[in-house]
């Protein structure tokens, strides 16, 4: 079935860096848009970036331009997040997903990874 | 960027009412809207996509109508696995942007 299974999460202090990765499986990886959503504690949901099938063409939200880059490893069925220059605004839980594809769907976020945590404290 | 605004954000109801959520895009999105459902402590869920397509496995009491900047989202008569969150997602333009939530609670 098809399985994304987010890590590299934890506690980071403030200007630091982490690196998250998702691991895919169940679906033909390569041919799939990516992204990543995250939700701040008790906070809704916001987009923060999403690539292409090559990883030629990446999008980012204002809020993390600059300072995270998202990158992909085809071969491997692996999705990641560089996140540098960390504030505690970027605390969370952070979600890959995979792009809905087809007629309609292209352009939604089914099915996502069960989550991981990042916090952003001294 | 598109800004998504759903209502109520908390909806307190009982098992087997009709529920209704509405939310509103600041600029015409057609029908490239999704919905996602969320319960505590889990990855949100696609139940909805184009507005009012169906996604499969998602039960026939829950349906969504509207294009252009108002949609709404409908369960026809609430079930007890259905308090939970939900979110409207507009994907008519980058950046895709979530509604606020709404959060759907026992009265």
């Known amino acids: 079935q098809v399985q994304l299974v987010e890590s590299g999460g934890g506690v980071v202090q403030p200007e630091r860096s982490l690196t998250l990765s998702c691991a895919a499986s169940g679906f033909s990886f390569k041919s799939c848009v990516m992204h990543w959503v995250r939700q701040a504690p008790g906070k809704g949901l916001e987009w923060v970036s999403g690539?292409?099938?090559?990883?030629?063409?990446?999008h980012y939200a204002d809020s993390v331009k600059g300072r995270f880059t998202v990158s992909r490893d085809n071969s491997k069925n692996t999705l990641n997040l560089q996140m540098n220059s960390l504030t505690t605004e970027d605390t969370g839980v952070y979600y890959c997903?995979?792009?809905?594809?087809?007629?309609?769907?292209?352009?939604?976020?089914?099915?996502w990874g069960q989550g991981v945590l990042v916090t952003v404290s001294s | 960027d598109i800004q998504m605004t759903q209502s109520p954000s908390t909806l307190s109801a009982s098992v087997g009412d009709r529920v209704t959520i509405t939310c509103r895009a600041s600029q015409s999105i057609s029908g490239w809207l999704a919905w996602y459902q969320q319960k505590p402590g889990k990855a949100p869920k696609l139940i909805i996509y184009?507005?009012?397509s169906l996604m499969s496995g998602v039960p026939s009491r829950f349906s969504g109508s509207g294009s252009g900047t108002e949609f709404v989202l409908t369960i026809s008569s609430l079930q007890p696995d259905d308090f939970a969150t939900f979110y409207c997602?507009?994907?008519?333009?980058?950046?895709?942007?979530f509604g606020q939530g709404t959060k759907v609670e026992m009265k």
């Open positions: 184009e507005a009012s």
């Open positions: 997602q507009q994907y008519q333009r980058y950046p895709p942007t």
């Open positions: 997903a995979r792009e809905g594809y087809g007629s309609g769907y292209c352009g939604t976020f089914d099915p």
């Open positions: 690539i292409s099938l090559d990883g030629n063409d990446k």
